[in-house]
């Protein structure tokens, strides 16, 4: 019932700037945390950025300083303001949340995955 759709990735040089959005829609009655995953070539997705109902936020070592996550849970979206960017942040991005459905049930969702390339 619940999709999560993603937009914003792309090719950028190093040092330059992307942001990744992401909606949720469907029949929602509570969006839990929200996060960014990112799974590059030959290695294990990862935790990029998370963020909960109340807007306390965590980065993994990696992207401090350089990412920033926020959330509107007023339209159900998450995005991932990426600043500095370097070839090591070349991945598949995926939007994650947990939602609770109306019989208060909880699962996780994700997205397709959006190609982010840092290249010169």
């Known amino acids: 019932q619940v999709q999560l759709v993603e937009s914003g990735g792309g090719l950028v040089q190093p040092g330059g700037s992307l942001r990744l959005s992401c909606a949720a829609s469907g029949i929602i009655f509570r969006i839990n945390a929200m996060g960014w995953y990112r799974q590059a070539s030959g290695k294990e997705r990862e935790l990029v950025a998370s963020i909960t109902t109340d807007g306390t936020t965590n980065y993994a070592d990696s992207v401090k300083g350089r990412f920033t996550i926020s959330r509107d849970n007023a339209k159900n979206t998450v995005a991932l303001q990426m600043n500095s960017l370097k070839s090591e942040d070349t991945a598949v991005y995926y939007c994650?949340?947990?939602?609770?459905?109306?019989?208060?049930?909880?699962?996780?969702?994700w997205g397709q995955g959006t190609q982010v390339t840092v290249s010169s």
């Open positions: 994650n949340a947990e939602i609770v459905n109306l019989s208060f049930r909880k699962y996780d969702y």
